[in-house]
């Protein structure tokens, strides 16, 4: 399974798409849109600092790009914590001032409900897409570092399955762009985080002049625990810290930029 640009550079699509129909999944990149400074150019998330105009003009861009429309475009308020949200016909009725309470603090989306696009955003933390091929289930899911620690992947699966029975041996998952080991340096108390939830240090930890963590193995083994085929998880492999010119990252830029969005979506 393969990634590959838009030819306008705008957006990253994902391999597996081409194997199923009536799916579409994608990341953002900084190309194309209306933003300026730090969020230059295509940043739709407006939690960022960004001028809300100029976010709604690139979220409406957006739109407008993927091969069919979306009824929806759902993107929460992150706070990397655990919450997960499912997007149900309950929620969609809701009035948009009350959605967008739900949304708060919310890092991981799932629904079955075509044409809702759900979405997270990320500047370095981890995108993870999934989509339960026989269920007709997505899942998006924000995994930063706090969130990789206390298993988001791992819950986000379990919710899958205890909403719509979904098996995880029926997912496809894509991991998106997203701060590499060599450049996430972090200090020793999150070393201590990770060991201390169990991972296997000797397989996503490594130690320069301090310690560096490898979020994508990190979530990339949470979906093989889960019961996610090997073969079934895609990795971009693009590090947002290294390819800045292309993605956005808050390490290299600082928090008051702007954010890549990754979203997956039912087209039927």
Same mark, same amino acid.
């Given at each position: 399974?393969?990634?590959?640009?838009?030819?306008?550079?705008?957006?990253?699509?994902?391999?597996?798409? &081409?194997?199923?129909?009536?799916?579409?999944?994608?990341?953002?990149?900084?190309?194309?849109?209306?933003?300026?400074?730090?969020?230059?150019?295509?940043?739709?998330?407006?939690?960022?600092?960004?001028?809300?105009?100029?976010?709604?003009?690139?979220?409406?861009?957006?739109?407008?790009?993927?091969?069919?429309?979306?009824?929806?475009?759902?993107?929460?308020? &992150?706070?990397?914590?655990?919450?997960?949200?499912?997007?149900?016909?309950?929620?969609?009725?809701?009035?948009?001032?009350?959605?967008?309470?739900?949304?708060?603090?919310?890092?991981?989306?799932?629904?079955?409900?075509?044409?809702?696009?759900?979405? =997270?955003?990320?500047?370095?933390?981890?995108?993870?897409?999934?989509?339960?091929?026989?269920?007709?289930?997505? +899942?998006?899911?924000?995994?930063?570092?706090?969130?990789?620690?206390?298993?988001?992947?791992?819950?986000?699966?379990?919710?899958?399955?205890?909403?719509?029975?979904?098996?995880?041996?029926? =997912?496809?998952?894509?991991?998106?762009?997203?701060?590499?080991?060599?450049?996430?340096?972090? %200090?020793?108390?999150?070393?201590? +985080?990770?060991?201390?939830?169990?991972?296997?240090?000797?397989?996503?930890?490594?130690?320069?002049?301090?310690?560096?963590?490898?979020?994508?193995?990190?979530?990339?083994?949470?979906?093989?625990?889960? %019961?996610?085929?090997?073969?079934?998880?895609?990795?971009?492999?693009?590090?947002?810290?290294?390819?800045?010119?292309?993605?956005?990252?808050?390490?290299?830029? %600082?928090?008051?930029? %702007?954010?890549?969005?990754?979203?997956?979506?039912?087209?039927?």
């Amino acid at each position: 399974m393969t990634y590959k640009f838009s030819d306008d550079k705008r957006m990253l699509a994902y391999g597996f798409q &081409q194997s199923y129909s009536g799916i579409f999944c994608f990341s953002t990149t900084r190309h194309g849109g209306y933003s300026t400074g730090e969020y230059a150019s295509f940043n739709c998330n407006h939690y960022c600092g960004d001028e809300p105009e100029r976010v709604n003009r690139n979220r409406e861009l957006l739109c407008s790009l993927m091969p069919v429309r979306p009824d929806g475009l759902i993107i929460p308020h &992150q706070t990397h914590g655990t919450q997960i949200r499912q997007i149900d016909h309950a929620f969609l009725q809701l009035p948009l001032s009350e959605q967008t309470i739900q949304l708060e603090g919310v890092d991981a989306l799932l629904t079955n409900i075509p044409r809702q696009c759900i979405c =997270v955003s990320t500047a370095d933390c981890i995108p993870v897409l999934c989509f339960d091929v026989r269920r007709r289930v997505v +899942a998006a899911i924000h995994a930063g570092w706090r969130g990789t620690v206390e298993r988001i992947v791992e819950a986000t699966l379990s919710a899958m399955s205890e909403a719509y029975g979904t098996d995880a041996r029926d =997912v496809v998952a894509c991991i998106g762009p997203g701060i590499s080991q060599e450049a996430f340096e972090v %200090g020793d108390e999150v070393y201590a +985080a990770f060991r201390a939830a169990g991972f296997p240090m000797q397989h996503i930890a490594r130690r320069y002049a301090k310690w560096h963590i490898d979020l994508w193995e990190a979530n990339r083994l949470q979906l093989l625990t889960a %019961g996610v085929r090997q073969e079934n998880i895609e990795l971009s492999a693009i590090c947002t810290y290294a390819n800045n010119t292309d993605f956005f990252s808050a390490r290299r830029q %600082g928090i008051h930029s %702007g954010r890549i969005l990754s979203g997956i979506m039912l087209t039927e």
